[in-house]
């Protein structure tokens, strides 16, 4: 599984990427968490809000900073 | 301080729950508590201030520091209650306004409606400078005026809740409303002037280029209970940042209302002297997150002989024109645009403010 945060480097994408490697950890998951600073590459989700979670190339939340149980839910846990 | 989260105001308290959902229903009961708490502490302040004051700590009203005391017992209270309460109800509104349903809204407006319209939407839609720029191409993508962008720009930032709530709480709802109409009208027109510029060849180019979209975000359905949640959660990440600045400047606006005499800023910050508002643009400009501290302050100046014109340019020097945020911009738009926005919104803030120093 491939997760990625989308976000130009403010404090929320940091928490965000933060709390997204806490669900993967917590979950003894395999998936990746990546970053995506480049408005470009951001743009190219369809989001204008950061920061967004991306989940296997699928948008899961843009704008918003869901805590690490949260994901883990969006991560189908 | 008392827990942000368990205070929530009465406008939403009759909200109903959807029939049939034992949570909604808890949380509509939950709601309803808090509304009442909330208004037996709002009416708790004016007394629970003077007892405070003058029994407990034995000041009398008429020594400077019995009045600064008094002062910050009053207002901090006061203030902090109101902005939990316009916090949490503008966090439900903005459930409503998702940016990508905003631009869906904007899209093959004419200019001027597109105008009004961005600059009104402005004011609703959640809005985080940190995200200007993924909004901006999300606008330009789908053919939205450039001008009709920027309004929308101009307005998000200049016309917020925590400002209005300062406004509110410390001098009075025409101040309040003073601010927010003209705020809306500087959006508005600084945003149509854009426009008539034709300022796109100072957009960066790239921003034109078609951008393959390889995902599409589609948010999702909201019920009673997540919109509920939506305010709390403002609540928690607003105020939870602001309340140290606005303690501190209603502090130091407690000092000067009961320390600095009166008709001392008359002559700085008076009507007369008109080179007041210009420097309190100048000034007002490279501040930002501290905002919400230096109204409290303002407001005091303002007891001493300040004029409200200065005050409101002020306001929207401050949070309407941020630093930070033409810096974030910088990766869309050229210097030369960067510029000009900020001339043309910086021209509409000194009008204001020199109308309201001469009709006020």
Known sequence: ?77 | MTDANSLVPRETASASARPGSGLGTRIAALLAGSAAIWIALYFTIEPGSRLLTHRLLGLGAETHLGAAVAFFLFEAPKVLLLLVAVVFGVGIVRSFFTPERTRALLAGRRESIGNVLASLLGVVTPFCSCSAVPLFLGFVEVGIPLGVTLSFLISAPMVNEVALVLLLGLFGWKVAALYLSTGLLIAIVAGWVLGRLRLERWVESWVYESMKQSATYQAERLGFTERVGCGATAVREIVGKVWPYVLAGIAVGAFIHGFVPEGLMAGIMGKQAWWSVPLAVVIGVPMYSNAAGIIPVVQALLGKGAALGTVLAFMMSVIGLSLPEMIILRKVLRPQLIATFVGIVAVGILAVGWLFNAVL
């Open chain 1, 1 to 77: 599984m491939k997760i990625q945060v989308l976000g130009t480097g403010c404090a929320k994408c940091k928490t965000l990427t933060a709390n997204a490697e806490k669900a993967v950890q917590e979950l003894g998951s395999d998936a990746t968490v990546e970053k995506v600073e480049d408005v470009r590459e951001i743009m190219k989700f369809g989001v204008m809000s950061t920061p967004a979670l991306v989940v296997d190339g699928k948008v899961m939340t843009a704008g918003k900073v869901p805590t690490p149980d949260q994901i883990k839910k969006l991560l189908g846990a």
